[in-house]
């Protein structure tokens, strides 16, 4: 079974310029996350998708930080324009069912984010 | 919203003793607090996990404990290999579906061969 895929793995771009995250969640996991640590510090919740539908976007700290899931499948995050505080590992996952106890989540190997 | 704080933030212990991590959460609501460790270079995965219906659970060498008056939780792992190195993430989540998981800062676990 595939895991969770993220692309790119390492992104470094300057302040102002706009990056792209993608993410490939575990097929047949409708619960998709994202997530960010910043070193040091928790991984911190951004948004949770159910199916295509944002369920829960309360941790997404701008509108600077788009995030899609067109057709529940794949997921993109889109940061623009970026600033140097937006530089961490972010983070997907994905879980079968939560409503049914099923809570584990998946994590993908992350993408660091490096802004200059 | 929940609150996890997490301790120690780094521990280096001898091959072979046994290491404590100790999580203390916010919302009495809470009851499934999972355990994710994270090998340098790879992702987080789960390795233990418990509910509050219960005050400990075992897994080989691990071991979570849970009090729910004092709204604390640790992982104890036994017999330390220098393979337990990583960085180890408590969380807590409320129950009723879609809600969200909180995660503690982590602890960097070094195991001294």
């Known amino acids: 079974e595939a895991g969770v895929t993220q692309f790119p793995s390492h992104s470094v771009i300057e302040k102002g310029q706009t990056v792209t995250l993608r993410c490939d969640p575990i097929s047949g996991h409708d619960n998709l996350y994202w997530y960010r640590r910043v070193m040091g510090k928790e991984i911190k919740f951004l948004l949770h998708f159910v199916k295509e539908s944002k369920q829960d976007e309360s941790g997404m700290p701008n509108n600077r930080f788009l995030a899609e899931r067109t057709g529940g499948t794949y997921s993109t995050l889109k940061v623009q324009p970026a600033e140097l505080e937006d530089s961490g590992v972010y983070f997907c996952a994905s879980s079968q069912d939560p409503l049914l106890s099923r809570e584990k989540l998946f994590f993908g190997s992350g993408t660091q984010l490096s802004v200059l | 919203g929940e609150n996890v704080e997490q301790h120690p933030s780094t521990l280096s212990v001898q091959e072979g003793d046994s290491a404590v991590i100790k999580c203390t959460y916010s919302?009495?609501?809470?009851?499934?607090f999972p355990w994710y460790k994270q090998e340098l270079g790879k992702r987080p995965q789960l390795i233990i996990d418990?509910?509050?219906?219960?005050g400990e659970k075992k897994d080989q060498r691990i071991a979570v404990t849970l009090n729910k008056t004092a709204k604390h939780f640790s992982l104890h792992i036994t017999e330390t290999q220098p393979e337990d190195s990583a960085v180890y993430f408590c969380?807590?989540?409320?129950?009723?579906?879609?809600?969200?998981?909180?995660f503690g800062t982590g602890t960097k676990l070094q195991v001294i061969p």
């Open positions: 919302d009495s609501a809470s009851n499934y």
């Open positions: 418990i509910r509050s219906n219960v």
């Open positions: 969380a807590a989540s409320r129950p009723g579906g879609y809600q969200k998981v909180t």
